[in-house]
Antibody
């Protein structure tokens, strides 16, 4: 069974940093591209970042470019999102999502909540 | 960036109704469009990919159509489990973008 489990969310002050993790199981992790997608409270979905299966190709939304860094460790079946210089508008539930064979997000984690507030 | 616009934002309907949600892209995305269903407190669930292909395990009452810039999601006969929020998403190129969502409510 495919599983994606996010962790690392919490309350952080504006300007602070946080590192999210996504632990994967039930599939050949190194063969799949992955993304982070977020959802602010009561709002819609926003794609944040993408990483290729090898980790060599990275893409970011303009809203996080230069502040967030996506990475992966295929030996540990894990995806990460390093978030620096956090702003109030980064407050959201962050989901990791697998890009399946049809090139869409076929599996999602349950999400981890990041709250940026003083 | 490609903008995705859904309509309506809210839709009230009854069990058994046929409903259609529309999604428009700001430029052609061929058939690189997906539809997701999301229930409160849960992750999105993939329903449709490549505009009209049904994801495995999704009931056949869900269907998608369209290409280029205009797309629709149709639920042929609403069931109680279908009341949720629906999002379209293009995957033509990065940045991927989602529509603002359509909340399907019980009338």
């Amino acid at each position: 069974e495919v599983q994606l489990v996010e962790s690392g969310g919490g309350l952080v002050q504006p300007g602070g940093s946080l590192r999210l993790s996504c632990a994967a199981s039930g599939f050949m992790f190194e063969g799949y591209e992955l993304s982070w997608v977020r959802q602010a409270p009561g709002k819609g979905l926003e794609w944040v970042s993408h990483i290729s299966s090898s980790g060599t190709i990275l893409n970011y939304a303009d809203s996080v470019k230069g502040r967030f860094t996506i990475s992966r460790d295929n030996a540990k079946n894990s995806l990460y999102l390093q978030m620096n210089s956090l702003r109030a508008e980064d407050t959201a539930v962050y989901y990791c999502a697998r890009k399946g064979g049809s090139n869409v997000f076929d599996y999602w984690g349950q999400g981890t909540l990041v709250t940026v507030s003083s | 960036d490609i903008q995705m616009t859904q309509s309506p934002s809210t839709l009230s309907a009854s069990v058994g109704d046929r409903v259609t949600i529309t999604c428009r892209a700001s430029q052609s995305i061929s058939s690189w469009l997906a539809w997701y269903q999301q229930k409160p407190g849960k992750a999105p669930k993939l329903l449709i990919y490549k505009a009209s292909s049904l994801q495995g395990g999704v009931p056949s009452r869900f269907s998608g159509s369209g290409s280029g810039t205009q797309f629709t999601l149709t639920i042929s006969s609403l069931q109680p489990d279908d009341f949720a929020t629906y999002y379209c998403q293009h995957y033509n190129n990065y940045p991927y973008t989602f529509g603002q969502g359509t909340k399907l409510e019980i009338k």
